[in-house]
Protein backbone atom coordinates (compact mmCIF):
# COMPACT_ATOMS: atom_id res chain seq x y z
CA UNK A 1 0.00 0.00 0.00
CA UNK A 2 2.74 2.35 0.81
CA UNK A 3 4.03 1.64 -2.15
CA UNK A 4 1.55 2.01 -4.26
CA UNK A 5 0.97 5.91 -2.09
CA UNK A 6 4.60 6.54 -3.30
CA UNK A 7 3.85 6.22 -6.90
CA UNK A 8 0.89 8.06 -6.70
CA UNK A 9 2.64 10.69 -4.77
CA UNK A 10 6.09 10.78 -7.48
CA UNK A 11 3.02 10.42 -9.97
CA UNK A 12 1.37 13.76 -9.43
CA UNK A 13 4.60 15.14 -8.63
CA UNK A 14 5.74 14.19 -12.38
CA UNK A 15 2.48 15.68 -13.78
CA UNK A 16 2.52 19.05 -12.07
CA UNK A 17 5.90 19.23 -13.37
CA UNK A 18 5.02 18.53 -16.91
CA UNK A 19 1.96 21.07 -16.48
CA UNK A 20 4.09 23.79 -14.71
CA UNK A 21 6.85 23.20 -17.93
CA UNK A 22 3.87 23.57 -20.46
CA UNK A 23 2.64 26.88 -19.40
CA UNK A 24 6.57 28.06 -19.15
CA UNK A 25 6.11 27.15 -22.87
CA UNK A 26 3.18 29.12 -23.49
CA UNK A 27 4.28 31.83 -21.99
CA UNK A 28 7.24 31.71 -24.42
CA UNK A 29 5.47 30.82 -27.77
CA UNK A 30 4.63 34.53 -28.52
CA UNK A 31 8.37 35.30 -28.58
CA UNK A 32 9.45 32.33 -30.37
CA UNK A 33 6.99 33.12 -33.07
CA UNK A 34 8.54 36.81 -33.04
CA UNK A 35 11.99 34.53 -33.94
CA UNK A 36 10.87 32.53 -36.33
CA UNK A 37 8.92 34.92 -38.50
CA UNK A 38 11.73 37.73 -37.98
CA UNK A 39 14.62 35.77 -38.18
CA UNK A 40 14.10 31.89 -39.73
CA UNK A 41 11.35 33.11 -42.31
CA UNK A 42 13.46 35.69 -43.99
CA UNK A 43 15.97 33.12 -45.01
CA UNK A 44 14.22 32.13 -47.53
CA UNK A 45 16.32 35.25 -49.02
CA UNK A 46 19.28 32.87 -49.72
CA UNK A 47 17.81 31.38 -52.79
CA UNK A 48 19.12 34.51 -54.66
CA UNK A 49 22.10 33.47 -54.43
CA UNK A 50 21.96 30.66 -56.65
CA UNK A 51 20.14 32.59 -59.03
CA UNK A 52 20.79 35.08 -61.65
CA UNK A 53 18.35 37.48 -60.36
CA UNK A 54 17.61 40.99 -61.55
CA UNK A 55 15.21 43.70 -59.79
CA UNK A 56 12.34 43.97 -61.55
CA UNK A 57 11.49 40.02 -62.12
CA UNK A 58 10.73 37.17 -60.41
CA UNK A 59 12.85 35.02 -58.69
CA UNK A 60 12.07 32.15 -60.64
CA UNK A 61 11.74 33.38 -63.66
CA UNK A 62 15.49 34.21 -63.55
CA UNK A 63 18.41 31.93 -64.30
CA UNK A 64 19.17 29.00 -61.80
CA UNK A 65 23.37 29.58 -61.85
CA UNK A 66 24.06 27.26 -58.54
CA UNK A 67 27.23 28.47 -56.97
CA UNK A 68 28.36 30.94 -59.77
CA UNK A 69 28.08 33.67 -57.11
CA UNK A 70 30.06 31.96 -54.10
CA UNK A 71 33.58 30.99 -56.61
CA UNK A 72 33.45 34.88 -58.18
CA UNK A 73 35.20 36.51 -55.29
CA UNK A 74 37.98 33.14 -55.48
CA UNK A 75 38.13 33.70 -59.40
CA UNK A 76 37.91 37.66 -59.98
CA UNK A 77 41.36 39.28 -58.94
CA UNK A 78 39.09 42.70 -58.48
CA UNK A 79 36.49 41.40 -56.26
CA UNK A 80 39.15 39.40 -54.66
CA UNK A 81 40.71 42.42 -53.15
CA UNK A 82 37.70 43.93 -52.55
CA UNK A 83 36.76 41.25 -50.10
CA UNK A 84 40.18 41.16 -48.96
CA UNK A 85 40.07 45.15 -48.31
CA UNK A 86 36.46 44.88 -46.77
CA UNK A 87 37.38 42.33 -44.19
CA UNK A 88 40.64 43.86 -43.10
CA UNK A 89 38.19 46.73 -42.44
CA UNK A 90 36.02 44.77 -40.28
CA UNK A 91 38.54 42.46 -38.38
CA UNK A 92 40.32 46.24 -37.43
CA UNK A 93 37.46 47.60 -36.46
CA UNK A 94 36.05 44.29 -34.63
CA UNK A 95 39.62 44.03 -32.90
CA UNK A 96 39.71 47.33 -31.58
CA UNK A 97 36.38 46.85 -30.39
CA UNK A 98 37.60 43.73 -28.29
CA UNK A 99 40.59 45.78 -27.00
CA UNK A 100 38.43 48.35 -25.37
CA UNK A 101 35.50 46.25 -23.90
CA UNK A 102 37.14 46.47 -20.53
CA UNK A 103 36.14 49.74 -20.77
CA UNK A 104 32.25 49.40 -19.65
CA UNK A 105 33.06 46.98 -16.87
CA UNK A 106 35.30 49.70 -15.73
CA UNK A 107 32.66 52.18 -15.96
CA UNK A 108 30.21 50.66 -14.03
CA UNK A 109 32.64 49.79 -11.09
CA UNK A 110 33.32 53.44 -10.78
CA UNK A 111 29.44 54.24 -11.43
CA UNK A 112 28.75 52.33 -8.66
CA UNK A 113 31.51 54.06 -6.25
CA UNK A 114 30.02 57.08 -6.53
CA UNK A 115 27.64 57.77 -2.98
CA UNK A 116 25.38 59.84 -4.38
CA UNK A 117 22.03 58.33 -5.62
CA UNK A 118 20.91 60.61 -7.22
CA UNK A 119 24.44 62.14 -8.77
CA UNK A 120 24.90 58.36 -10.03
CA UNK A 121 21.57 58.34 -11.75
CA UNK A 122 21.80 61.22 -13.45
CA UNK A 123 25.58 59.89 -14.83
CA UNK A 124 23.61 56.69 -16.18
CA UNK A 125 21.07 58.28 -17.70
CA UNK A 126 23.21 61.02 -19.36
CA UNK A 127 25.31 58.25 -20.87
CA UNK A 128 22.52 55.42 -21.58
CA UNK A 129 20.49 57.58 -23.73
CA UNK A 130 23.32 58.47 -26.69
CA UNK A 131 22.55 54.65 -27.32
CA UNK A 132 18.80 55.64 -28.60
CA UNK A 133 20.15 58.17 -30.85
CA UNK A 134 20.26 57.48 -34.81
CA UNK A 135 23.36 57.43 -36.32
CA UNK A 136 21.95 59.67 -38.99
CA UNK A 137 21.55 62.68 -36.19
CA UNK A 138 24.78 61.59 -34.56
CA UNK A 139 26.37 62.41 -38.12
CA UNK A 140 24.62 65.70 -38.07
CA UNK A 141 25.92 67.03 -35.23
CA UNK A 142 29.65 65.71 -36.61
CA UNK A 143 29.09 67.40 -39.23
CA UNK A 144 28.20 70.50 -37.62
CA UNK A 145 31.35 70.61 -35.62
CA UNK A 146 34.14 69.28 -37.98
CA UNK A 147 32.85 70.33 -41.66
CA UNK A 148 35.49 72.00 -44.16
CA UNK A 149 33.24 74.79 -44.92
CA UNK A 150 30.85 75.28 -41.98
CA UNK A 151 31.86 73.32 -39.23
CA UNK A 152 32.33 75.04 -35.85
CA UNK A 153 36.07 73.55 -35.32
CA UNK A 154 37.29 75.15 -38.40
CA UNK A 155 35.59 78.35 -38.09
CA UNK A 156 36.79 78.78 -34.75
CA UNK A 157 40.43 78.00 -35.60
CA UNK A 158 40.22 80.26 -38.79
CA UNK A 159 38.60 83.13 -36.00
CA UNK A 160 41.91 82.46 -33.65
CA UNK A 161 44.42 83.04 -36.16
CA UNK A 162 45.50 79.14 -35.92
CA UNK A 163 44.92 78.40 -39.67
CA UNK A 164 44.30 80.31 -42.54
CA UNK A 165 40.74 80.22 -44.28
CA UNK A 166 42.36 78.78 -47.38
CA UNK A 167 44.11 75.76 -45.30
CA UNK A 168 40.76 74.26 -43.55
CA UNK A 169 41.67 70.76 -41.79
CA UNK A 170 38.95 68.11 -43.50
CA UNK A 171 38.21 66.52 -40.27
CA UNK A 172 35.45 63.97 -42.44
CA UNK A 173 37.55 63.41 -45.23
CA UNK A 174 41.05 62.47 -43.33
CA UNK A 175 41.59 58.95 -43.77
CA UNK A 176 44.43 58.54 -41.10
CA UNK A 177 43.00 58.24 -38.05
CA UNK A 178 39.57 56.99 -39.69
CA UNK A 179 39.74 53.38 -37.71
CA UNK A 180 40.44 55.28 -34.29
CA UNK A 181 37.61 58.30 -34.99
CA UNK A 182 34.88 55.53 -35.92
CA UNK A 183 35.63 53.91 -32.30
CA UNK A 184 35.43 56.76 -30.72
CA UNK A 185 32.30 57.60 -31.77
CA UNK A 186 30.95 53.75 -31.17
CA UNK A 187 32.43 53.75 -27.38
CA UNK A 188 30.65 57.07 -26.71
CA UNK A 189 27.55 55.82 -28.03
CA UNK A 190 27.84 52.50 -26.36
CA UNK A 191 29.52 53.05 -22.95
CA UNK A 192 26.30 53.72 -20.86
CA UNK A 193 24.09 51.17 -22.50
CA UNK A 194 27.16 48.29 -22.29
CA UNK A 195 27.70 49.00 -19.09
CA UNK A 196 24.02 47.94 -18.00
CA UNK A 197 24.91 44.60 -18.30
CA UNK A 198 27.88 45.03 -15.54
CA UNK A 199 25.78 47.79 -13.28
CA UNK A 200 23.35 44.63 -12.60
CA UNK A 201 25.73 41.73 -11.95
CA UNK A 202 27.37 44.31 -9.26
CA UNK A 203 24.03 44.38 -7.52
CA UNK A 204 24.21 41.01 -7.66
CA UNK A 205 27.28 40.72 -5.66
CA UNK A 206 26.50 39.96 -1.51
CA UNK A 207 27.41 43.25 0.60
CA UNK A 208 28.43 40.82 3.26
CA UNK A 209 31.28 40.36 1.40
CA UNK A 210 32.17 44.09 1.51
CA UNK A 211 31.29 44.77 5.74
CA UNK A 212 33.64 41.66 5.82
CA UNK A 213 36.28 43.30 3.82
CA UNK A 214 36.03 46.55 5.71
CA UNK A 215 36.13 45.13 8.87
CA UNK A 216 39.48 43.85 7.93
CA UNK A 217 40.83 47.54 6.85
CA UNK A 218 40.29 47.30 3.48
CA UNK A 219 39.77 50.70 1.28
CA UNK A 220 37.89 51.62 -1.53
CA UNK A 221 40.05 50.12 -4.14
CA UNK A 222 40.53 47.05 -2.34
CA UNK A 223 37.17 46.02 -2.39
CA UNK A 224 37.27 47.05 -6.52
CA UNK A 225 40.03 44.91 -6.92
CA UNK A 226 39.50 42.11 -4.97
CA UNK A 227 35.65 41.53 -4.75
CA UNK A 228 33.72 43.74 -7.54
CA UNK A 229 36.21 42.92 -10.52
CA UNK A 230 35.98 39.44 -9.82
CA UNK A 231 33.09 39.02 -9.46
CA UNK A 232 32.22 40.87 -12.63
CA UNK A 233 34.73 38.64 -14.85
CA UNK A 234 32.73 36.31 -15.42
CA UNK A 235 29.90 38.44 -17.01
CA UNK A 236 32.58 40.15 -19.08
CA UNK A 237 33.92 36.69 -20.46
CA UNK A 238 30.75 35.71 -21.43
CA UNK A 239 29.96 38.75 -22.99
CA UNK A 240 33.74 38.79 -24.59
CA UNK A 241 33.45 35.34 -26.09
CA UNK A 242 29.99 36.35 -27.88
CA UNK A 243 31.83 39.59 -29.16
CA UNK A 244 34.51 36.85 -30.75
CA UNK A 245 32.02 35.07 -32.13
CA UNK A 246 30.32 38.44 -33.96
CA UNK A 247 33.76 39.32 -35.16
CA UNK A 248 32.27 39.77 -38.93
CA UNK A 249 29.23 41.65 -37.93
CA UNK A 250 29.91 45.22 -37.72
CA UNK A 251 26.54 46.57 -38.75
CA UNK A 252 26.05 49.17 -41.48
CA UNK A 253 24.27 51.81 -40.22
CA UNK A 254 27.26 53.96 -38.68
CA UNK A 255 29.93 53.03 -41.80
CA UNK A 256 27.14 54.20 -44.21
CA UNK A 257 26.30 57.48 -43.10
CA UNK A 258 30.40 58.69 -42.37
CA UNK A 259 31.22 57.07 -45.84
CA UNK A 260 32.74 59.21 -48.61
CA UNK A 261 34.64 58.94 -51.71
CA UNK A 262 37.69 60.06 -49.51
CA UNK A 263 37.42 57.25 -47.36
CA UNK A 264 35.64 54.33 -48.16
CA UNK A 265 39.03 51.93 -48.37
CA UNK A 266 38.92 52.23 -44.90
CA UNK A 267 35.71 52.27 -44.06
CA UNK A 268 33.51 49.88 -45.31
CA UNK A 269 33.06 46.74 -43.69
CA UNK A 270 31.25 43.60 -44.40
CA UNK A 271 27.63 44.75 -43.70
CA UNK A 272 28.36 47.91 -45.87
CA UNK A 273 29.98 45.85 -48.95
CA UNK A 274 26.91 43.72 -49.20
CA UNK A 275 24.92 46.65 -48.98
CA UNK A 276 26.61 48.78 -51.90
CA UNK A 277 26.80 45.41 -54.17
CA UNK A 278 23.12 44.51 -53.39
CA UNK A 279 21.31 47.72 -53.47
CA UNK A 280 23.51 50.29 -54.73
CA UNK A 281 25.22 48.05 -56.78
CA UNK A 282 22.21 45.95 -58.04
CA UNK A 283 24.02 43.03 -57.55
CA UNK A 284 22.02 40.99 -55.24
CA UNK A 285 22.73 37.64 -56.14
CA UNK A 286 26.36 38.24 -55.25
CA UNK A 287 25.41 40.38 -52.42
CA UNK A 288 23.11 37.59 -50.84
CA UNK A 289 26.24 35.14 -51.66
CA UNK A 290 28.77 37.03 -49.80
CA UNK A 291 26.41 37.57 -46.62
CA UNK A 292 25.60 33.96 -46.75
CA UNK A 293 29.61 33.10 -46.54
CA UNK A 294 29.92 35.73 -43.43
CA UNK A 295 26.81 34.68 -41.91
CA UNK A 296 27.83 30.44 -42.13
CA UNK A 297 31.68 32.12 -40.87
CA UNK A 298 29.95 33.82 -37.92
CA UNK A 299 28.67 30.25 -37.15
CA UNK A 300 31.74 28.93 -36.76
CA UNK A 301 33.25 31.43 -34.92
CA UNK A 302 30.50 31.22 -32.42
CA UNK A 303 30.97 27.60 -32.13
CA UNK A 304 34.21 28.25 -31.63
CA UNK A 305 33.83 30.63 -28.86
CA UNK A 306 31.75 28.08 -27.18
CA UNK A 307 34.20 26.17 -27.22
CA UNK A 308 36.72 28.07 -25.98
CA UNK A 309 34.77 29.26 -23.12
CA UNK A 310 34.31 25.81 -22.36
CA UNK A 311 38.03 25.04 -22.17
CA UNK A 312 39.15 27.76 -20.14
CA UNK A 313 35.95 28.44 -17.86
CA UNK A 314 34.64 25.05 -17.67
CA UNK A 315 31.27 26.55 -18.95
CA UNK A 316 29.56 26.39 -22.25
CA UNK A 317 28.44 30.27 -23.13
CA UNK A 318 24.73 28.54 -24.58
Known sequence: ???????????????????AGFRLFLLTL????????????????????????????KLFDTNFVGLKYFKIPFSNAIL?????????????MSFLSLLTSVLPMAFAV???????????????????IPNFI??????????SLFSLNDGFINNVLVQIGAIADDSRINFLGNTDHVWLTMLG??????????????????????????????????GRFSKMY?????????????????SIGNLLNNGMEQYYVFQTAMNKDFIEVLDLYVYNQGIRGNNISY????????????????????????TVRGESIF
Open 110 to 128: FLAEIHSKKYRKTVQTLTT
Open 30 to 57: PFLIVIFIFSYVPLFGWSYAFFDFKAGF
Open 287 to 310: ATAVGMLKSMISLILLFVANRLSK
Open 1 to 19: MSLTKTSKLRLKGRTAKQK
Open 226 to 242: YITIPGLLPTFFVLLML
Open 80 to 92: RADIFRVVRNTLA
Open 185 to 218: YQIWKGLGWNAIMYISAITSIDDEMYEAAAIDGA
Open 134 to 143: SWVLIYSVVW
